[in-house]
């Protein structure tokens, strides 16, 4: 049932951020599922509550699982822990906390108080992966960066600096775009926008709650007037970070909706960027490249998720871009290793997903 609260809850992908997944069964005295429930943020309703109004009298005396600890306070909505105390339930099956430092706890503490049975801890990982952008969000007080490439079996991106190459298969592809739909931002380099002429818009065909937000980071300000993003921007916001000062440029991309935030560091200051984004409430960014990009990020640390999709050739040769360029380690106890390595095959392509460790 735990399991199910933690299906429930990846329902509301592209619905609840910067809030955090929530889901929620319940189960008669006997063992039965009455109730369930997916918080989602425009609704204005929480998993528990959802999942107790279905339940009606049958909750009395059950069991709620519930993704996330159900919180305490009076937000938006009255608080969850009031609802399962006061619709009778007698045993309360969570895997996590609240990362939230301002509640965590509290929820448990509240039905522990009133005598409701808690019980913690089980399918604490696939809890905490679930919810792994909201709670970076709250510990590292910065979204959640997630870098991924697509690259040849030698890990080449693309057949050469300038020129744009689709690297993988249609079916890697339709993966690429469910990350999309799973982040609130995404973000590439000058360059990538200046060769590619990407639109960078989440294309899974599934229902988001915010446009995915398309962000460029472009000191020299190579991103043309009449590129996708500076284009489309009613339909998704473009940002570009620069410390560019060609006041012209500058004018002719926010006329055309862009929105340019210029400072003395620029670009370069990954710093500044991500928490110029954690004050639009972007809670996690999808980083596509370019070379140098992704060596930035990997060099800064500001990585919490790789993903490479390796496809099977090899480019060689000397001058293909490498999948991360920047400074590189200078041993291999210095190198970026992963944990929880996942490899999958998706169409030709492999995709392999890991979580750096430090
Ligand atoms: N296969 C894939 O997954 C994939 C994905 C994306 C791109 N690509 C390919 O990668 C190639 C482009 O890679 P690239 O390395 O040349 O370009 P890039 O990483 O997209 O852009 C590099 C440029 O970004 C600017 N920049 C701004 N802030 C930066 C920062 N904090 N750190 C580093 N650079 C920063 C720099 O120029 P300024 O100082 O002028 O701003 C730098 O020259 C193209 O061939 C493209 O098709 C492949």
Redesign the pocket.
């Known amino acids: 049932m735990t399991r199910r609260s933690l299906d429930r809850a990846a329902e509301g992908i592209g619905h609840v951020s910067p809030n955090p997944l929530v889901g929620c069964v319940i189960t008669s005295r006997n063992g039965e599922i009455v109730g369930e429930g997916t918080y989602i943020y425009d609704n204005l309703i929480h998993a528990e509550a959802i999942a107790l109004e279905k339940a009606g009298e049958k909750a009395r005396g059950g069991t709620a699982f519930v993704s996330l600890e159900p919180h305490d306070h009076h937000g938006k909505t009255p608080p969850c822990t009031e609802a399962l105390i006061n619709a009778g339930i007698a045993r309360v099956v969570c895997p996590i906390e609240d990362p939230n430092p301002l509640v965590s706890g509290r929820g448990f503490e509240t039905l522990r108080k009133a005598g409701v049975d808690v019980v913690t801890g089980l399918l604490a990982d696939e809890a905490a992966r679930l919810n792994e952008q909201f709670i970076c969000w709250h510990q590292k007080k910065r979204p959640f960066v997630h870098l991924k490439?697509?690259?040849s079996l030698d890990g080449r991106?693309?057949l050469?600096?300038?020129?744009?190459?689709a690297?993988s298969s249609e079916a890697a592809g339709v993966r690429v775009q469910d990350l999309r739909h799973s982040h609130d931002a995404i973000l590439?380099?000058?360059?990538?926008a200046a060769?590619?002429n990407p639109s960078l818009t989440d294309r899974s065909g599934k229902k988001r709650r915010r446009p995915l937000v398309r962000v460029i980071?472009?000191?020299?300000l190579?991103t043309s007037v009449d590129s996708i993003v500076a284009s489309t921007t009613a339909a998704a916001p473009t940002i570009i970070f620069t410390n560019s000062e060609d006041g012209r440029k500058i004018d002719e991309l926010t006329e055309k909706g862009v929105s340019v935030i210029v400072s003395e560091t620029g670009?370069?200051d990954?710093k500044f960027v991500l928490e110029s984004l954690r004050q639009m409430d972007i809670q996690s960014v999808l980083v596509?490249?370019?070379?140098?990009?992704a060596g930035?990020f990997v060099d800064a640390r500001l990585i919490d998720k790789v993903t490479l999709i390796a496809a099977p050739f090899i480019v060689g040769g000397h001058t293909a871009?490498v999948a991360i360029?920047g400074n590189g380690a200078r041993s291999l106890e210095t190198a970026l290793h992963l944990n929880d390595l996942f490899v999958e095959n998706v169409g030709r392509d492999v995709v392999l997903t890991g979580y750096p460790s430090f």
């Open positions: 490439l697509a690259m991106i693309s050469g600096k300038s020129v744009s190459t690297i590439v380099g000058g360059n990538t060769v590619d980071l472009d000191n020299r190579r670009a370069r990954l596509e490249g370019g070379t140098e990009i930035a871009p360029g």
